[in-house]
């Protein structure tokens, strides 16, 4: 082959083999980058392969590829997809500070806002920043998504202490789910937030709807039915749950 026409063809090999992880690959690679150290392929095969993994979920895979390469390597029209894709592989690898960066580029490209603010939102929750988390996921347009965020919203209201807005967001959510442990624990929070207004009759049948982390029941949970049973004047309840936190 022509000279120009084999660097081409030798390219494409090495991606195919790097694709299938044939054993030597990447020494290909690296003999391909001694033999062709200016090759304008380089960039746009770091960037099939990043690609190629973040579309089979292999994200560890893709931080690898999309980390040989810079914004300036990538064509203007590719630019948001890089940037999405890179953040969100940080994303799913729980890598949440170098993820928010690239997330950040593309809340205001319209076909990856909504995506944006959705997991943008999330790494401030599991970084525990309710209050920032509320208000990202506030600015989530996807429907879908929307939907998927009341069992958070919930949450979050309920550390924030926001209980009137945690039970209303917690009923909504319970409408929507079929997760049978998200279920639990929107009783749960339902009825804690009951419980802290000192609603104790309402909060009665959500507190015995939970079924404890793991499906064991914590003394703080015995003690918080035991009490509501207890303002409701119902004491022999009342008392063999509080018997439960003593015999434990």
């Not at 940037?83 to 809340?107: D, Q, T, W």
């Not at 999330?122 to 429907?143: C, R």
């Not at 998927?148 to 919203?153: A, I, Q, S, T």
């Not at 015995?222 to 018997?243: E, R």
Request: no cysteine; hydrophobic share 35%.
């Amino acid at each position: 082959l022509p000279e120009k026409y084999k660097e081409k063809h030798t390219m494409n090999f090495i991606i195919n083999a790097l694709r299938i992880n044939e054993y030597g690959a990447e020494k290909l690679m690296a003999n391909f980058l001694d033999d062709y150290p200016f090759s304008p392929f380089t960039k746009y095969v770091y960037f099939d392969l990043a690609n190629y993994y973040f579309n089979i979920e292999k994200y560890p895979y893709a931080i690898k590829w999309f980390s040989k390469l810079e914004a300036e390597d990538i064509a203007k029209k590719h630019l948001s997809r890089y940037n999405f894709n890179k953040g969100y592989s940080f994303f799913a690898s729980k890598r949440y500070e170098k993820a928010i960066p690239y997330l950040e580029k593309v809340k205001e490209v319209p076909a990856y806002e909504s995506d944006a603010y959705y997991y943008l939102g999330h790494i401030a929750y599991q970084l525990e920043d309710f209050e920032k988390a509320t208000s990202v996921f506030n600015l989530v347009t996807n429907k879908g998504q929307q939907e998927d965020l009341n069992y958070f919203k919930a949450d979050m209201n309920h550390r924030l202490g926001r209980f009137q807005n945690a039970i209303v967001a917690a009923t909504v959510a319970m409408e929507t789910t079929y997760d049978q442990k998200q279920f639990s624990e929107l009783s749960k929070i339902i009825g804690e937030s009951h419980f802290n207004l000192s609603e104790y009759d309402k909060a009665i049948p959500f507190l015995e709807d939970y079924e404890g982390k793991k499906g064991k029941w914590e003394n703080i949970d015995f003690y918080q039915l035991g009490y509501a049973y207890y303002k409701n004047k119902d004491y022999v309840t009342a008392i063999s749950h509080f018997n439960k936190i003593i015999e434990s």
